[in-house]
């Protein structure tokens, strides 16, 4: 099954007992990721070329690219 003419499949997908929501893909040849929402309103997505990108829903973000590079972000609103 492809979601809206994406260029992925849903394999897995579920909740736990926190209420967290976890979604895994499959892109075929490119490989696989996932992500995970969270309650607290934090999210985190593993992309199947090896980058991630993780934001905590209250300003902080950070993104790591398939080469290990990491670039943080803090902008909280006020």
Avoid: V
């Avoid at 099954?1 to 490119?30: A, E, L, V």
Wanted: proline share 3%; glycine share 16%.
């Amino acid at each position: 099954m492809t979601s809206n003419g994406k260029d992925y499949t849903y394999t897995g997908h579920g909740t736990n007992d926190q209420g967290n929501h976890h979604c895994s893909r499959d892109y075929g040849t490119s490989g696989t990721g996932y992500h995970y929402s969270n309650t607290n309103g934090s999210y985190y997505y593993s992309n199947p070329n090896g980058s991630t990108y993780y934001n905590s829903g209250t300003g902080y973000s950070q993104y790591t690219t398939p080469s290990g590079q990491t670039h943080k972000s803090n902008s909280s609103s006020k």
